[in-house]
């Protein structure tokens, strides 16, 4: 039987319409392609010239091949042609499948192989024209009717894994009594292999299904890894993972995540050789141990593999009591606020109202599972039998001593007490202030190492006797027990010998304290908000949340029903997993129990033979023949369109496809090119040795123009400032420079000083780049027109004013004004009113400040930040200007009184542009003065 | 196989690019050519036309010479002072070219294997001429609708009244009307027009003696028809259609009509001593202008060649 055995069809009459192809072949033979029209001129003369033949060309004979084989591939597609059909490698019966699936919680991490093997095997059942019957291990009891084999396919379908354990001995009854009905049914079992240990999983089945013994489909061992437990423990997180048999996965990795689904943290865990259990131990600080909600293992996807975290392992509720009057109006003396603040990060605190009693009994109310008192020294009888019960029931008691603990006497604390404290270091001592020794290893402090900074200067003694050492959890140097700590039933009393206020010890400022407190509540073993008793009276918790087979949590399907409190069993079908309650102090159920282990299923208790869960091989040929023959249908649009004439379109549109297609190609190249990094950048230049100069001392610049006198007099001008800034101010420029702007580091200058000259090139586009980013970066440039005598209000502009006009238009240029009398550079070092060079007549402009607000009156105003720009036309470099002896080198338009003002202005523009706004502070300082009635 | 597409209305118009292609054509034709043909005007006295002499065109005033008729004087002139004045034209010996250029809708027409449509081919070959022979003297006019004028923008007033003439558009023969004997035809055409008809409008127009030449413009795909397989032929001024069987067989019929077809046309050309020269659209336009200046320089009708 060779490769053509492989090829069967469910539809073999359909191939008889493969007879009408020779039809076809004639008639598409005969009805060839429409012509093409042909515009054709010369017809006029030629009409007369009748075709000697009117039977038109044949259809090409590859068009009627490619027709014959779009025909032919329809009618194969429609005979369902399919590849390697499986049979049923059954014994030979006839009679209904009994298909019986597991889809607990354990068979999903593999549920799409099974769910193929059994659609495989319905399907096989078809083409043997036999019924299915369909079993669900964990789906509810019910008829078991032997089906359509369409029908039971689409009941497979609509098979999910379900978020809780098969109870497959609940079918047996069922089986059992279909198998007596339909003697000849073939029992096909296909098994996750899986029990949970202890418990007899499928006995009853098994003797069921050993009466006519059939297929068993499972994998080789068991392989399901599933997740018992999420303990909070107080080395860390441990998560325990289980497997039925060592099964070749040897690991996995477990993921832990919040509420909100984020993930916080992922740890491996390993199996040993052999071993079926394994730990995954999260290292979290504590507060993320108590914010996860939910462990998973990784890629898993299984309810199984799926633990849900509530909040009886998650944060404890601190209730804080203090024996201290509750007026405190100065609450760093309070007693309950250094541990309040040291117990907040990881523990929920609550603080008592009211009296003693009464706060502690509220605080148990409120199912607190740490209570922390302060100092207290009486509670009434019912109140401490109530925390005694707490204790008993797994409740951490942390009391802290004080005068009131003293002076009273409850069973409450771990030793006997002496009377009277113990000073150490006081006045009247000698001793100076213990420190605490190292704690022994068998408290519940062993972890922690203490501090030397810790110093105790008071405690109180406890009675030397017996088991004091054993219950002594901290010591000071001196071997006198500062904690002490006793387990009393479920939980423990421990008592800090020490106020839980700074003023015996400085203990409670250190964050030792934070740490011994944290020990302390992780110490308590009652978690649970509630006892079993209230718990047991509290109502129903309705599902929340709700995870399915897969473990996807999702909303609670209709046949969830609400649970109780003190529900602690595995999920049910009536309780799947998930959550229950409110979203605070809700109630997680599990598939698992944190005592549930799995173990591997006897199948030879089956009877049948075992087969292994491989899905059929078979390819069902009908998508490929349809999409074949489609395709050649295109195939044979696109020639018909070429022949009918249309090929100078389709040529066009080709070429636009084309485009298209490189366009794409280029797009996607672009997105797959590395990005432009910075390193991609030029290296920057080095820096060169006059602007390191530049910028170690600082200094007077002013632009090079290449006009020889200008830049004379521009050098002459700023060494005579220089010279005068010297003399008069501390301020000592070094030498003025000439700096090209196009070329020089600018920024390294505070003031520049530029001359504006009338026919020379204007700065290039560099060069106006980096004078934008000097204005910006806080410079200040000073524009000299020196046509001062030339200019006439609201006249025609100077050249000069042409030519700045012409270099400044394509700067960033603020709103200019003239010079206010109060602007803050006529008083930046001396006060002056204007600006005067060698001439006086021109006006400044400056950056135009903010608008005074009304009422205001103030001495003298400032921008924010300096003006990047002052333009003058008094050319101030000509006044300042000096020669080497100091001897004015050109004269002022007006007095010699002129050359000083301009001076002092020039001193005045230096310290503006040094200083910035910081004299319209220092204007203030006569009416404060005044004010201060100095 | 060729692919074939009918231009539109406006490619039968000659707009700006076509002028210009005419004008660049007329640039390139050799000057020499144009020289020959001065010298040969000079020489047959063809262009003697510097003179007074019948014609139209004024050439001048003189004095009235006793003797003469009364009805010579120019009135107009002669009262502008004492004396009285004649009138006399230029005598119009020269011959003048009536150019006519077919824009049916047959010539709206290009294969793939042509470089340009029929109509824009006749156009620049037209307007390069109309441009050539009035810068060599000549004076070129439309037939029938432009008297002949020797305009520096000849080529622009041509275009300009074959833009105005809509009639132009739906025929394929020229006005028969009589010409002078001097008068030069030009007729640029596809003459696809049953070859009866237009040996008949020739003889129409040479009646009197005037002489002609006839460029036919033929495109490579309706001499060759290149076509196989099953083909609707349709004509593109009625409406007509063809549908043929077999192209390829039908092909070699069509062929040796449509050559017969240029046979008969030529034979209808040379009989009333008209030159016929055969313009393939896949061969440059400098080929037929160049032959047809060749003809007009010699003054004699040759015998169609490979142009």
Known sequence: MGALSALVFTAPAVLAALAALPVLWWLLRVTPPRPRRVPFPPLRIVMDLIPERQTPSRTPWW???????????????????????????????RGPVLLVIDNGATSAHDWPDRLRLATSRIEAAARERRAVALVATADPTGEIAPLAPDAALERLQALVPTPYLADRNAHAPGIAAFLQRQPAAE????????????????????????????????????????????????????????????????????????????????????????????????????????????????GERSAAAV?????????????????????????????????????????????????????????????????????????????????????QDGGMLIRFAGTR????????????????????????????????????????FAALRPTREVMVRRQILAEPDAQITARTWAALDDGTPIVTGERRGQGHV???????????????????????????????????????????????????????????????????????RTYATRAEPDHPAGLYGPAEGSLAVNVLLASDRLAPLDLSAFGGTVAPIVAGTSVDLRGPALAAALGLLVVDTLLLAILGGLGAGIGRRRAAAAAVLAFALVLSGAAFAPPATAQDAAPRPPVRKEDLQAAFQTRLAYVVTGDAQADAASRAGLQGLTAALAVRTAFEPGDPVGVDPARDELSVYPLIYWPVVVGRPLPTDAALRRIDAFMKGGGTIVFDTRDAPSTRPGGEPTPATIQLRRMLATLDIPELETLPRDHVLTKAFYLIDELPGRHAAGRTWIEALPPVPDGEERPARAGDGISPIVITGNDLAAAWAVDRDGNALYPVSGTERQREMAMRGGINLVMYALTGNYKTDQVHVGPLLERLGQ | MAKVRVVDEAGRQPGRPVQALALELAARLPHMMLEARRVLAAVSGVHGRRRAGPGEAFWQFRAFAPGEAAQRVDWRRSARDDRLYVREREWEAAHSVHLWIDRSASMAYQSSLASASKAERALVIGL???????????????LGLLPPRSSRRIAERLAETILLDDAGRDRDLPPGDALPPQAEVIMITDALVPAADFTARIAGISARGARGHVIRIVDPVEELFPFDGEAVLEDVEGRLDLRVGDARSWGALYRERFQAHGRAIADGCLKRGWSITTHRTDRPATEPALRLLGILAGGGVQRQGAA
Request: proline share 8%; net charge neutral.
């Open chain 1, 63 to 93: 068009l009627l091949a490619l027709r014959l084989a779009i025909a032919g591939l329809a009618i194969l597609a429609a005979a369902g042609p399919l590849w390697q059909p499986e049979a049923l490698p059954g014994t030979g019966a």
């Open chain 1, 187 to 298: 029992p096909v079992y296909i098994s996750d292999r899986v029990q949970a240990a202890g418990q007899d999983g499928a006995g009853a089945l098994a003797a069921a299904l050993r009466a006519r013994p059939g297929i068993v489909h499972a994998a080789p061992s068991a392989m399901p890894l599933a997740l018992v437990e999420v303990a909070n423990r107080a080395d860390g997180l441990v998560a325990r993972v289980v497997r039925a048999e060592p099964n070749g996965r040897e690991g996995a990795t477990v993921i832990a995540s919040d509420a909100r689904g984020l993930p916080l943290s992922r740890a491996e865990a390993r199996f040993a050789p052999g071993a079926t259990e394994a730990e995954a131990r999260f290292d979290l600080p504590l507060e993320l141990r108590n914010a996860v909600a939910r462990a998973e293992i990784e």
């Open chain 1, 307 to 391: 633990t849900l975290v509530d909040d009886r392992s998650r944060r404890r509720r601190v209730g804080l009591v203090s024996g201290a009057s509750s007026d405190l109006a100065q609450p760093l003396l309070s007693p309950t606020y250094y541990v309040g603040r040291a117990l907040a990060p990881f523990a929920d605190v609550r603080e008592g109202r009211g009296g003693a009693s009464e706060a502690v009994s509220r605080l148990l109310d409120e199912n607190a599972s740490v209570i922390v008192l302060a100092d207290v020294g009486a509670l009434d009888r019912e109140v401490t039998d109530r925390l005694t019960r707490f204790v």
């Open chain 1, 405 to 444: 603990l003293a002076a009273a006497g409850d069973d409450l604390i771990p030793v006997r007490l002496r009377r009277g404290g113990r000073s150490l270091g006081g006045s009247l001592s000698w001793d100076a202030p213990k420190t605490i020794a190292a704690f022994p290893a068998t408290g519940p």
């Open chain 1, 494 to 564: 421990a008592l800090f010998h020490m106020t839980a206020d700074p003023s015996w010890s400085n203990l409670p400022l250190s964050g030792l304290f934070v740490d011994m407190l944290r020990e302390l509540v992780n110490l308590s073993g009652r978690t649970a908000p509630g006892t079993q008793e209230a718990d047991a009276q509290a109502p129903p918790l309705s599902p929340r949340v709700v995870l399915d087979g897969f473990g996807t949590a999702g909303s609670p399907p209709a046949t969830a029903k609400p649970a109780p």
């Open chain 2, 128 to 142: 390069a001429l109309a441009d050539a022979l009035v810068d060599a003297g000549e004076r070129v006019g439309l």
